[in-house]
């Protein structure tokens, strides 16, 4: 048993040290995800603030822009913001609730309201009054390192537990300090996260402050001690009795301080009598978090495998991260629906239906002449202007006709005039005459939200009437001129402020070429549009697209967009920096044929994509290894997500690529797969895959029958008396090599190593693949043994020798019990085979008179006669000598007609070599 124990020993402290450094990276990874979110959230907020999106002032868009935020963050608690003026505004989405402090609103008090999905105040929940957010800690803590940081832990507000908030001071341009952003993120679910990840069956895991102070533990519930409205935090250094205490005070005593841990230690502590295996990891990063991650397995646990001679199947395989790709389809939404309703805007204002938006790019609409109304509009004043003028020519030459056709040329003029009024009345432009001084000469608006009076603007100049801003008016006499010296039209967009409102406009001013009669100035016809809608839209258009750009370019996945035509129109930093790209916008326009140096594999990846979008079906979590290696060569695993994006009438007009790089993922399960495999039989450990999980009271219960099997136990002779005279290391390092060597020749022969205990190894035939020659496999393998042991000799002051048992029969094999389980054999033909051992003589193979019938054609056996064994009596039983020669076959199969006698074998004695 002592020697059993120290040779598994060191198989024990690697485990434990590969199960310590998997736990530890997996936690590594969980806080650094976890973690990182409050500051992205605080950047972008930051961002927004620097880029005018988000105004300080504005407690409603404030209140709505933070609800929206967390929408897309579920595990975040309250995302607020505190300014300069003692203003608090916050929203938590988890707990459905507003909470405002203002002087002007509130009173100076803070106010909690219970809100509705849509982000809507309901009903008062908490009133507190006096409340000055510059007065709070993690406000003077923002202000003191000037910087995006952490506060110290405390215990939340609004509900019974600890929580972690990342500020970022924010300032204007005078690096005045305006405010502080603030994200809340509950301990809560890092210990979660620790006490659903199985170690051991006593294992813990835990995180400490440098002083102590426990942050989350797989074994407590809450990592504090409520105590009216304060957290009395639990302190490892005081809970001697517990385990977290007796790490931690081992770890104060070889450090001195706990804040001394610089890099990740290994250590082994005593608690309660029994061994700890125990690693600690400093975790910090570059906002100023400093924290221990503790990760404890008892030795036991492990140990108890080699006690009662079976190998625990420790379940490696890592969850996969739940990252989803929600992010991706409600960008998908929001960018292509206000993409939709621009383009059927455009529309209308090409057709002259719309009345709310203005044509883009009016000039080259102008140019292009798609803007039919305004070149008749431009015409007809023209040709008026110069029928007019031939009128009043032709009436001073036929003064004495004027008389006679003054009631038709009046009726016309009326019928004219009339027109005219009509197609001004329909107009939603306004109109002007204005000369080359900017003067206006005539002025046609119906529209009843024109900002100035018609009557009071004729015959005044821009100066006069723009009297306080004289740069406008400079600019639109600019614009008279210009058209009036290339004799072109000119388009201009300007605002102008009236009642306290800016109103926008787009004006073409285009230069009237025919119909001035001589010594009139030169004249212009201005015609302006209302665009403060689109100018809204557009505003209101480019906020949401960089709103969603900020989201897209900092989440962990991968993210690319294929038009129907397969050609790259978008992707982020994170896909663009994976295809080897200086930039995201360097892979516009291109295709995989243009990216992948086979083109091959690029044409099979465009086929796929064009199945996608003519099916319309989504390629959801295809694994596949990247065409592309990493950086350093090594393989890259992806999961990849591939969906189909309609517009609004369901039709298929591109693809959206997600991405997620899973490599650490495959190389655990591959490592856990393999590991596996070392320990049980492959079809069972495929069966243990598909029962995961077993019934906690009835266990596994894996057993199958198997009436031809061959089992051979061996026992090295000599070995006790050498390990008196070896140091234990060079005797566990010489039964390692003989045991290995072993495994080798079990691998060689196809057959099934069961176990070993202490200096005897067992092995089986048949099981659990049924074999016909099973007999023979194990006797080859037993030849081959002694041939094994025998090259050890020369290295060995005294000799040894191996005694080997073979018997055949049928045997129950499989796995039972739910807890450290290994694959056995049960039944009689066991005993037998383990007798034949016990029995034998060293250097020598022992089979029963079963085993004897299966092998007497092809190898050499010496009868021994009868024995006594040990709870069946006399057995008669062989020797196995070696294989048989082909001449050897044939005088077997003919009786003998030489003479060969019982025993005879003699020279014709074949050993295996």
């Known amino acids: 048993g002592y020697l059993s124990l120290r040779n598994g020993q060191k198989a024990i402290d690697n485990l434990a040290e590969q199960l310590r450094s998997d736990i530890t990276a997996r936690i590594q990874q969980k806080l650094e995800t976890y973690l990182k979110t409050p500051h992205q959230i ?39 913001v505190a300014t300069e003026e003692g203003t608090f505004i916050g929203a938590n989405r988890a707990q459905n609730y507003i909470a405002i402090a203002d002087r002007t609103t509130t009173g100076g008090s803070l106010q909690r309201y219970e809100a509705d999905a849509n982000g809507k105040e309901t009903q008062l929940i908490v009133e507190k009054n006096n409340y000055d957010p510059r007065q709070r800690a993690w406000y ?84 504090f001690q409520a105590s009216d409205d304060r957290a009395e935090r639990v302190n490892a250094l005081e809970k001697k009795e517990t385990l977290i205490g007796a790490v931690a005070q081992q770890l104060q005593q070889e450090f001195g301080q706990l804040n001394r841990v610089s890099d990740s230690q290994k250590l082994t502590a005593r608690w309660n009598d029994r061994d700890i295996f125990v690693q600690v990891t400093p975790f910090r990063d570059r906002f100023g978090l400093n924290w221990l991650i503790i990760v404890t397995i008892p030795e036991s646990d492990l140990m108890g495998q080699i006690r009662t001679n079976t190998r625990t199947t420790i379940i490696l395989c890592t969850v996969a991260l739940l990252v989803a790709t929600i992010f991706g389809l409600i960008a998908n939404h929001w960018v292509t629906r206000p993409i939709w309703e621009l383009s059927q805007a455009s529309q209308k204002i090409a057709q002259g239906t719309c009345n709310s938006l203005l044509r883009q790019n009016i000039k080259e609409i102008g140019r292009s002449s798609n803007i039919h109304e305004l070149v008749v509009l431009a015409e007809s004043f023209n040709q008026m202007a110069v029928k007019l003028n031939n009128s009043f020519a032709k009436m001073e030459q036929n003064n004495a006709e004027l008389e006679k056709r003054v009631a038709e040329r009046t009726a016309s003029l009326t019928e004219a005039e009339a027109e005219m009024r009509a197609v001004f009345t329909a107009m939603k432009e306004f109109v002007f005459i204005k000369d080359a001084d900017g003067r206006y000469l005539k002025v046609a608006s119906t529209d009843p939200k024109f900002v100035y009076k018609t009557d009071k603007l004729v015959g005044k100049t821009e100066h006069e009437v723009f009297s306080n801003n004289p740069k406008l008016a400079d600019r639109f006499v600019g614009y008279i001129r210009e058209a009036l010296e290339t004799q072109q039209s000119v388009t201009a967009e300007y605002q102008i402020q009236s009642q306290g409102k800016e109103i926008w406009f787009s004006a073409t001013i285009s230069p009237i070429l025919e119909g001035r009669p001589p010594g009139y100035p ?37 993210v690319f967009w294929k038009d129907a035509n397969l050609v790259f129109k978008w992707c982020n930093r994170n896909w663009a920096e994976a295809a080897q790209l200086s930039s995201p916008e360097e ?161 060689r022969h196809q057959v099934e190593k069961i176990k070993t205990i202490g200096d005897a190894y067992m092995a089986v035939c048949g099981v659990p693949v049924p074999c016909k020659k099973h007999a023979e496999a194990i006797a080859n393998m037993a030849l081959d043994m002694q041939q094994t042991i025998a090259c050890f000799q020369p290295d060995l002051v005294e000799p040894i020798d191996i005694r080997i048992g073979i018997h055949s029969g049928p045997v129950v094999a499989g796995v039972i019990g739910f807890k450290k389980f290994s694959y056995d054999l049960w039944g009689d033909t066991v ?83």
Request: glycine fraction near 6%; avoid cysteine; charge should be neutral.
């Open 42 to 80: 605080n950047q972008i907020n930051a961002e927004f603030y620097r880029q005018g999106v988000l105004d300080l002032q504005s407690v409603e868009s404030l209140k709505r822009h933070f609800w929206i935020q967390g929408l897309f963050s579920p595990d975040i608690g309250t995302i607020s």
């Open 140 to 223: 003077q803590q923002a202000v003191k390192s000037g910087k995006p940081t952490w506060t110290p832990i405390d215990r939340s507000a609004s509900s019974n537990r600890l929580d972690l908030s990342a500020v970022y001071p924010i300032y204007d341009s005078t690096q005045t300090l305006q405010g502080v952003f603030l994200v809340d993120i509950s301990l809560s679910q890092i210990a979660n996260f620790l006490q659903h990840l199985y170690i051991s069956p006593r294992g813990q895991a835990f995180i400490l402050e440098p002083n102590g102070d426990l942050v989350a533990s797989s074994a407590l519930k809450k990592p």
């Open 522 to 558: 030169p004249a212009v016809i201005w015609v302006a549009r209302d665009i403060t809608d689109r100018k809204l839209a557009e505003a209101k258009l480019q906020e949401q697209e960089e709103f969603m750009r900020l989201i897209v370019e900092h989440i962990p996945q991968q």
């Open 587 to 747: 892979a516009i326009g291109k295709t995989d044929y243009d990216l992948l140096a086979d083109r091959q594999v690029a044409e099979d990846f465009r086929a796929a994509d064009r199945k996608i979008i003519e099916t319309g079906i989504p390629q959801l979590h295809i694994e596949a290894i990247k065409q592309k290696p990493g950086k350093d060569g090594q393989r890259v695993w992806l999961d990849i997500n591939k969906i189909p994006v309609r517009d609004a009438r369901g039709n298929v007009i591109g693809l959206l690529g997600v991405l997620e790089d899973i490599t650490a993922r495959k190389v655990a399960e591959e490592k856990s797969e393999q590991l596996l495999l070392n320990i049980l039989p492959k079809p069972i450990a495929e069966r243990l895959k598909q029962n995961p999980n077993p019934d906690s009271q009835r266990g596994i219960a894996i057993a199958e029958q198997f009436e031809a099997t061959t089992i051979l136990f061996a026992d090295i002779v000599g070995f006790t008396p050498l390990s008196s005279r070896l140091p234990a290391t060079e005797l566990v390092n010489l039964l390692d090599r003989i045991f290995s060597a072993f495994d080798l020749l079990a691998e």
């Open 831 to 913: 005993n037998v085979a383990s007798r034949m051992e016990s029995s034998g003589e060293p250097g020598k193979i022992q089979v029963t008179a079963t085993t004897y019938e299966y092998l007497k054609d092809r190898f050499l056996l010496e009868e021994r006669g009868e024995i006594e064994v040990k709870g069946k009596g006399k057995m008669k039983t062989y020797w196995l000598l070696g294989v048989k020669k082909p001449s050897e076959r044939i005088f077997k199969a003919e009786g003998r007609r030489w003479g060969a006698g019982k025993g005879g074998h003699g020279d014709a004695e074949t050993r295996r070599s």
